[in-house]
């Protein structure tokens, strides 16, 4: 992946990129708008192009994976959604629920549900059930639906909000590709790797390991990123 100062280097030297000698996915690259893509502005045919040879390239043991973890991980949300709902609500009151809008696949913009962890009084602060969501990761469980739906994986590039999406797009001449599959429960690198407090080096090499992991998803790199061993195996 290349910065914008060499992209722009590479418009001065070579000219059009449709009469240039680069590979397809430099030509995409050169060829793409610096405004946020969205899913009804994404029609040009090397964008659809790269976007189409990537979603084809995931393997069928990943897919039929995602399908079933999809279905077991939405099957204990069922049985145990009264459970958590009562707890929250006798500790916490209502709503049961939080929202957060994203940014999926080709650019659309969508809704995914968690457990509610804030305090209604005041959003910055957890409850004390929320902690123990939180650690253990089962506030998330209500994404369960997003998997199902079709709209997220269970593993991929974070899901970004629809302000950092646009923010970060307009930084990186790359971040585009990030949108050529699914976003996932389970980000490629743990942890907030798309805080826009970080430098640009770091949002960079997040921005590599996304495109790393996308370029052709297979089960073997979901088991890496769910062990947290896919940063290291791309790093050798």
Same mark, same amino acid.
């Given at each position: 992946m290349r910065a914008n100062g060499l992209l722009e280097k590479d418009i001065t030297t070579n000219g059009?990129?449709?009469n240039s000698n680069l590979p397809l996915e430099e030509k995409i690259l050169l060829e793409k708008s610096l405004d946020f893509v969205s899913e009804k502005d994404q029609k040009g045919p090397t964008t659809d192009l790269f976007f189409h040879e990537l979603i084809e390239k995931e +393997? @069928?043991?990943k897919k039929y994976f995602e399908l079933v973890v999809g279905f077991l991980g939405f099957l204990y949300f069922i049985i145990t959604l009264p459970l958590y709902s009562l707890i929250i609500f006798v500790t916490s009151g209502r709503p049961i629920f939080e929202t957060s809008q994203f940014v999926?696949?080709?650019g659309k913009?969508? +809704? @995914?549900?968690?457990?509610?962890?804030?305090?209604?009084?005041?959003p910055t602060q957890t409850t004390l059930v929320g902690k123990f969501l939180k650690i253990t990761g089962l506030y998330k469980l209500p994404n369960f639906l997003n998997i199902l739906n079709g709209s997220m994986g269970l593993v991929g590039p974070s899901p970004l909000s629809v302000n950092n999406s646009e923010h970060l797009n307009k930084k990186f001449?790359?971040?585009y590709k990030r949108f050529a599959t699914k976003p996932g429960i389970i980000g490629i690198k743990n942890g907030n790797s798309w805080d826009l407090d970080q430098n640009a080096e770091s949002l960079n090499h997040n921005l590599k390991l996304e495109l790393k992991?996308?370029?052709y998803p297979t089960l073997k790199k979901d088991f890496q990123v769910?062990?947290?061993n896919?940063?290291?195996?791309?790093?050798k």
């Open positions: 059009s990129a449709l +393997t @069928r043991p999926g696949y080709r913009k969508l +809704t @995914r549900y968690f457990y509610r962890i804030h305090k209604t009084s005041d001449t790359d971040f992991y996308l370029v769910i062990s947290g896919f940063e290291d195996r791309v790093l």
